[in-house]
């Protein structure tokens, strides 16, 4: 069951940055990256829950601001020697609007 | 459907199994796990730096409960197992859970063993096991005076010596006339024991307990002889008992420990166990590394593959006493037949024993230096005949090559099996593998990769020098380059050079023009290479915000709950009614949780909301605070002292000059953090000597220091220079400022970076040419028009707007 929700238009989120999404239970991390991508994860590092939305995104990876665990946006799993996953949901980008999809 | 799999004991050898285990098979089974303690599973060797205050228990948690929780294993914590049913194939709890299981493992561990002696059982008399333990003795710290630690042996050391630190008086009573002496023989003991001594530890050697003195609570302890000494806490390390209490009950065989076969297995094959409880070929263990070799054995045969067997262990022991070198391993006391071979500088504190047999290591001690140890562990578990360099093998593992270049050789010269990391059985070759082929440089990668010195820790020396060793080999096939990460084969000094000559003046140029490997770089270089056009730019190149590290791009330092804090700038440190009386109406409106007076001198408010930052701003802006970039690669604060003004000794204005300076100085990016200081006389009440750049007022003028840092490794100025005036330290300030910004390397502090090009290289630009110091000099002025814009202000007035601000959806 999709349930698409208008978060923001697509320049309201810098390239290769990021935004937070507030919901009533949790923060889901919205990021674009240079070729306008756009990808949305739980916004919770598998690490120590560390903010992702505040990494720095690199191709289709973020990386996590307290200890630089590497995150892939697409799967939302940890990248490298580290282990673990943080819970990704679908985007959709129409006439210039992103939808998300929880 | 899955089988059900029940670990009882919440501990380190438990919980390492079902790590194995599910590194062989994730999904094979349905796990519960029960604990006693109310923790999940923590480092129980890191106890005793918790308890000297070097660590904290959130630093020595091993799997948190998320780990449990997202590898699907449900944990019942502060929950002991009363009794197993193993008819039914049940355990009951104390809170009266029951659960089924398929196959059970057992790790209770072992019990702190306590003299029964008369008054045992009095209010202050405890063992040292668990965090309950550590926060007694914490607590009973600060309440009381005494300590007294019957047992001189390894956990009864460490003991004392947490306790000393917490500021007791500790007495060490022991049985024997040395110290730990199942490791140690006397002459290394009395070299310990020295060295305690020094440090404040007493010691009542030869000293049996006879009765724990006190009404309710502990007063004192006395001895056979009759003597008596007074003690407010007695802990109690005189050696431990596995705990198989709850196995005998269930009809499991036991002797001193559970007794297992080579599989793990108890006399019921659904029922296995590893730890301290249990009892292998006669043997039972109280370290590490023996049980984390169960573990693995234990995973083996749980994931059915059932090639794995224990065969027993030899084991070696370091004391973790920071400052204290130790190691010992085997039999080190001769029997008849036996060979000695003795070390002894008792001036330098070194003492070195290997007890032979037919020119084979039976035993080895070491007090003082201990870095061969490895080495001669090796040789023991090899059976190694040592013939060949008996006569130097005293001197050390470097001294068979062609010597003397300290740990570095004598590291380079271990052979690829020699054991590094005791506690996990890592070997140098895996160490060398990972590094090379994974390419790390840090030792964090290493602890990641191979779990190297990730449990005691006393092997991270070693697993360092290994880590310069091996990068240092790949270093010398491409002569001095290294690569600045994984996108680019070219050094930080080939880009600096690169970006300056081609006048290469955005990222996408530098990364074409060097053809980087990933069109977006990396969270290491994109930092890098945008503050590199910054500093070779000014006013030109656009400060590029997704490639500044969160802290410099929110203005303020992430903390580990997400939240940000905010330190005004305090020019020189100095203040006035109005300054604190506006910090305070601040921190109020919005409820900052803590404030701290910073050792930059100037004040700390932590706990803000992201969101929250650009109105606290406009407040602080609004009472003439500019932003003290306490978060950024950037210049830092100017610290002062009371200097002239005030201070009787004072020879000059050293606040006014320490204001001057940062005026001039603040909003400056740089390589890394840049930190300044002005004394008013040699007494330095600023610290000036270990700051970036540091001033030494006298009367005669001011001396100028370069190249100081306080961090991680302390490293004192050079002194550079003698000026007369102030005029003169502000432009010899601002030009060595601008050599380092134009040719160090990002994240590269002066102490470094003075090191690496040479004092004197700084000093003759700086001091001896003069037409490059006033070059170096303007061009530092020219850039700090750019750079003096409070970043706070502007975002309080609405710059970057997004960063701060949340899209807030309801789920409905
Ligand atoms: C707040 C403060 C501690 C305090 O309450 O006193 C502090 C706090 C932090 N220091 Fe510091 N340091 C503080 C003075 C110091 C000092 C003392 C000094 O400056 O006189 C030193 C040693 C002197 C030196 O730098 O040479 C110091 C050496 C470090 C280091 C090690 C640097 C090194 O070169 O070895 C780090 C780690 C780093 O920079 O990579 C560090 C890193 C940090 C960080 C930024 C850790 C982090 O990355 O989150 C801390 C941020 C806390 C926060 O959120 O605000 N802090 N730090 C001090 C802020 C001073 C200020 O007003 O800006
Ligand atoms: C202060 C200190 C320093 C040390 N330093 C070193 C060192 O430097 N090097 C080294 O190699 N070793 C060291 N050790 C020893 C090392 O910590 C132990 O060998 C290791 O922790 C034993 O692991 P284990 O899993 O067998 O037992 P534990 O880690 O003790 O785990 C057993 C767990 O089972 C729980 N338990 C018991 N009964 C039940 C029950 N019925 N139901 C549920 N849970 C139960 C216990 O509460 C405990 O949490 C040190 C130990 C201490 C205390
Ligand atoms: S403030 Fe500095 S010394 Fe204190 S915990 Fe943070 S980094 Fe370490
Ligand atoms: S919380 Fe993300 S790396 Fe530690």
């Known amino acids: 069951m999709s349930n698409w929700i208008e978060i923001a238009a697509l320049e309201d989120i810098p390239k290769l940055g990021s935004r937070v999404v507030r919901t009533d239970t949790m923060n889901v991390a919205v990021f674009r990256t240079r070729d306008d991508q756009v990808f949305a994860i739980k916004d919770a590092c598998p690490h120590k829950q560390g903010p992702l939305s505040q990494g720095i995104v690199s191709g289709t990876t973020v990386t996590c601001p307290l200890h630089n665990w590497k995150i892939d946006l697409a799967s939302g799993e940890a990248l490298g020697p580290d282990e673990g996953c943080t819970n990704t949901f679908s985007t959709r980008i129409e006439d210039g609007k992103i939808f998300l999809s929880l | ?812």
């Open chain 2, 1 to 812: 459907m899955k089988q059900k799999l029940i670990l009882i004991g919440n501990g380190m050898a438990g919980v390492r199994t079902l790590e194995e285990l599910l590194k062989l098979t994730p999904d094979a089974y349905e796990i519960t796990v029960f604990g006693a303690e109310p923790h999940p599973n923590y480092n129980r060797m890191m106890l005793s730096p918790v308890l000297a205050g070097e660590k904290t228990v959130d630093d020595i948690i091993l799997n948190s409960r998320e780990w449990y929780a997202e590898h699907g294993i449900t944990l019942h914590t502060g929950d002991p197992v009363v009794s197993i049913d193993r008819a039914a194939r049940k355990v009951v709890t104390q809170t009266g859970l029951e659960l089924d299981y398929d196959r059970l493992l057992l790790a209770t561990g072992s019990n702190p063993f306590i003299i029964p002696v008369p008054g045992h059982d009095k209010n202050g008399v405890l063992g040292f096991r668990d965090i309950a333990d550590v926060d007694t003795m914490l607590a009973a710290s600060k309440d009381y005076k005494k300590a007294v630690v019957i047992g001189g042996g390894l956990l009864g050391l460490e003991a004392a010596n947490g306790l000393m630190k917490n500021g007791m008086d500790v007495t060490v009573v022991h049985l024997m006339d040395i110290l730990m002496e199942r490791q140690l023989d006397a002459p290394a003991a009395n070299l310990l024991k020295a060295s305690l001594e020094e440090r404040g530890m007493k010691f009542l050697m030869e000293a049996q307990t006879a009765e724990i003195l006190g009404d309710g609570r502990v007063q004192g302890v006395k001895f056979a002889d009759g003597s008596s000494v007074g003690a407010d806490l007695v802990v109690m390390a005189v050696g431990i008992r596995p705990s198989i209490e709850l196995a005998q009950q269930a009809g499991i065989h036991c002797e001193r420990g559970i007794v297992v076969n080579d599989t793990m297995q108890t006399y019921d094959p659904r029922v296995y166990a590893v730890g301290e409880c249990v009892q292998h070929r006669g043997s039972c263990y109280g370290l590490v590394a023996p049980l984390f070799e169960q573990a693995k054995v234990a995973a083996n045969h749980l994931a059915q593959l059932g090639i794995a067997r224990y065969e027993g262990s030899v084991t070696s022991t370091k004391l973790k006493v920071t400052g204290i070198d130790l190691f010992s391993a085997g039999e080190f006391n001769q029997e008849d037949g036996d060979e000695v071979l003795v070390l002894q500088d008792p001036g330098a504190g070194v003492y070195k024993k290997l007890v032979l047999r037919d020119n084979v290591i039976k035993g080895a001690v070491m007090y003082g230096d201990t870095l061969d140890g490895t080495w001669y562990f090796q040789l023991l578990r090899d059976g190694t005949d040592i013939s060949g360099f008996r006569g130097s093998i005293l001197f050390g593992q470097h001294d068979l090559g062609d010597a003397g270049h300290g740990d570095a050789t004598r590291i380079a010269a271990l052979g690829d099996d020699a054991e590094i990391c005791g506690c996990n059985g890592v070997c140098k070759g895996e160490i060398v593998d990972a590094i090379v082929k994974k390419g790390l440089f840090t030792l964090e990668d290493v602890r990641s990769h191979t779990k190297a010195s990730s449990s005691c820790g006393s092997c991270t020396g070693l697993v360092e020098s290994i880590l310069a060793s091996t990068v240092g080999e790949g270093y010398d096939a491409t002569p001095n380059k290294k690569p600045m990460c994984g996108c680019t084969e070219h050094s930080h000094d080939e880009v600096i050079r690169g970006i300056r000559e081609n006048e290469l003046k955005d990222m996408d140029a530098v990364r074409n023009f060097f053809e980087w490997k990933n069109a977006d770089g990396c969270a290491s270089c994109r930092p890098a290479l945008n503050y590199y056009l910054l500093a070779q730019w000014p006013g030109e190149y656009l400060d590029d915000a997704q490639s500044r590290f969160i802290n410099e791009r929110a203005h303020g330092n992430i903390q580990k709950d997400g939240t940000y804090s905010v330190v005004p700038r305090m020019f020189g440190g100095l203040c006035t009614p109005h300054d604190l009386r506006a910090i305070a109406d601040v921190a109020e409106k919005f409820d900052v949780p803590e404030m701290k007076v910073t050792g930059g001198q100037r004040i700390d408010l932590f706990g803000i909301k992201k969101e929250d930052l650009p109105a606290m701003w406009a407040d602080l802006s609004e009472a003439g605070f500019v932003s003290g970039h306490a978060y950024g690669k950037a210049m830092r604060t100017v610290k002062t002292c009371a200097g002239k003004t005030w201070c009787r000794f004072g020879t000059q204005n050293s606040t006014g000059l320490g204001v001057k300076l940062e005026e001039l100085t603040w909003g400056s990016w740089m390589p890394h953090k840049f930190k300044l200081a002005v004394s008013g006389c040699p007494r330095n009440c600023a610290e000036a000597t270990i700051k970036d750049f540091g001033v030494v007022c006298v009367d005669s003028g001011y001396e100028l220091h370069i190249g100081g840092n306080g961090g991680i490794k302390v490293r004192v100025t050079d002194l550079m220079c003698k000026v007369a005036s102030e005029e003169e330290v502000l432009e010899y300030c601002g030009a060595f400022i601008q050599k380092y910004r134009e040719e160090a390397h990002y994240l590269e502090r002066t102490a470094p970076w003075v090191e690496r090009v040479g004092f004197d290289y700084v000093k003759q630009a700086i001091v001896d040419d003069e037409s490059q110091r006033k070059a170096l000099y303007d061009r530092f002025k020219f850039g700090q028009q750019f750079a003096q814009i409070d970043p706070w202000k502007a975002r309080a007035e609405g710059e970057a707007a997004h960063e701060f601000r949340n899209i807030e959806i309801s789920a409905a």
